[in-house]
């Protein structure tokens, strides 16, 4: 099974403060989604990633899927509370009827 | 419907007992994904539908859980004989096609008592 491991599981900052978040995994993807969470609410995609070494940037926040496309990160600038919530890293298993397999999640909270 | 559409969105049941959770995917999408998730914590896969294929199976926890997707729309996850480990909130997803954006409807929380 392609797992994909997200670091760290729990993050908890200041108001202005930067961050990143990781997701990796020792299998190839042929792409990652990026998904934010809040409570109550289904993840929403903020991003696909699709070519290794490709860098994507919204507002403040970027991400960047690995050389090898077996990783990918997501770094916020000046983290605002409005940030708060469950971060996924998601990608499609090859070879597995390209399901879509999660992360294990990051949960931030951003705090004044 | 404009969205993934989910019901009921609570319900608590009691132990042994067997619940229906419903799914109406975005009209036209193939890709029809279950997942359950535990209190802040990542997806874990549980079912995946992609058009008139076999459904992947896999991540069922066991034979208490199953699920079907009539005429290649709606769907419906069953959990049989509940126990307390099976209390969750129950998120469909789908898709217009394998690996592409997933649209997530607001989950069934459901609690075993």
């Known amino acids: 099974t392609q797992l994909l491991e997200q670091s760290p599981q729990f993050l908890s900052i200041q108001e202005g403060e930067n961050l990143t978040v990781y997701c990796n995994s020792s299998s190839v993807f042929s792409s990652l989604q990026w998904y934010r969470q809040e409570p109550g609410e289904g993840p929403v995609l903020l991003v696909t990633v699709v070519t290794g070494g490709e860098v994507k940037k919204l507002k403040r926040l970027t991400f960047q899927f690995g050389d090898a496309r077996k990783d990918s990160s997501l770094h916020i600038t000046a983290a605002q509370p409005g940030d708060t919530g469950l971060y996924l890293c998601a990608g499609p298993i090859t070879g597995g009827g390209n399901k879509l397999t999660f992360g294990t999640g990051t949960q931030l909270k951003v705090e004044l | 419907g404009a969205g993934v559409s989910q019901s009921p969105s609570n319900k608590v049941t009691e132990k042994g007992k067997d619940v229906e959770l419903r799914c109406d995917p975005i009209s036209g999408h193939t890709a029809l994904y279950w997942y359950r998730q535990s209190l802040g914590q990542g997806l874990e896969f549980l079912i995946y539908f992609q058009g008139n294929s076999a459904p992947d199976k896999s991540g069922l926890p066991s034979d208490r859980f199953s699920a079907e997707r009539t005429g290649g729309s709606v769907s419906t996850l069953t959990i049989q004989r509940t126990q307390q480990e099976d209390s969750a909130v129950y998120l469909c997803?789908?898709?217009?096609?394998?690996?592409?954006?997933?649209?997530f409807g607001q989950g069934t929380r459901l609690t075993v008592v």
């Open positions: 997803a789908s898709s217009s096609g394998a690996g592409t954006e997933a649209f």
